[in-house]
T-cell receptor
């Protein structure tokens, strides 16, 4: 059974804190992604990675960074959390064939609240 | 600019009847379309997909129709069940450029199936 796991289901942080969201997949997928989901805005891509040590900006990278030191692990970092980063964060992975037929497998999500 | 649009934020249907969820897109280069289903506090899960070379794909109670000339696709659920109540995301991808394989999501439609 394929699995994408995220380190926390719920997280509460204070403004200005550095926040780490961890994601691990066990499917040997090359591609990994971080999205955020907000009501009325759908799923928006923050960052993605096609390989270890590689990262590319998505649609809304401001205020975020990522790290991909190992193939199975993709971390999202909020350098200085702000209240507008309160959201549901979703990690996903897919095969690395670089075609348009890449089904995404999502983790359960982390509900982050920044006070 | 939104490339994938789901213009109905919500839809309410009686159990046993047909649910029709609509999606429009603007990028004629999209060649693969997917529907994801999301329950609260869970990550989205893949439901059904269709390639641009087809106009219909069916999987049990779920059928996706693609009208390329109108840049429109729809998801039909027949018969609808209370367990189908969820947010449905339409997604599209293309096989060119640096972001090939990345999915672009609509904002979602919340389906409520009433017993």
């Amino acid at each position: 059974d394929v699995k994408v796991t995220q380190s926390s289901r719920y997280l509460v942080k204070r403004t200005g804190e550095k926040v780490f969201l961890e994601c691990v997949q066990d499917m040997d997928h090359e591609n990994m992604f971080w999205y955020r989901q907000d009501p009325g805005l759908g799923l928006r891509l923050i960052y993605f990675s096609y390989d270890v040590k590689m990262k590319e900006k998505g649609d809304i990278p401001e205020g975020y960074s990522v790290s991909r030191e190992k193939k199975e692990r993709f971390s999202l970092i909020l350098e200085s959390a702000s209240t507008n980063q309160t959201s549901m964060y979703l990690c996903a992975s897919s095969k690395g064939t670089r075609t348009s037929y890449n089904e995404l497998f999502f983790g359960p999500g982390t509900r982050l609240t920044v006070l | 600019d939104q490339q994938v649009k789901q213009n109905s934020p919500s839809l309410s249907v009686q159990e046993g009847r047909i649910s029709i969820l609509n999606c429009d897109y603007t990028n004629s280069m999209f060649d693969y379309f997917l529907w994801y289903k999301k329950y609260p506090a869970e990550g989205p899960t893949f439901l059904i997909s269709i390639s641009s070379i087809k106009d219909k794909n069916e999987d049990g109670r779920f059928t996706v129709f693609l009208n390329k000339s109108a840049k429109h696709l729809s998801l039909h659920i027949v018969p609808s069940q209370p367990g189908d109540s969820a947010v449905y995301f339409c997604a599209a991808s293309h096989n060119y450029g640096g972001s090939q394989g990345n999915l672009i999501f609509g904002k979602g439609t919340k389906l409520s199936v009433k017993p």
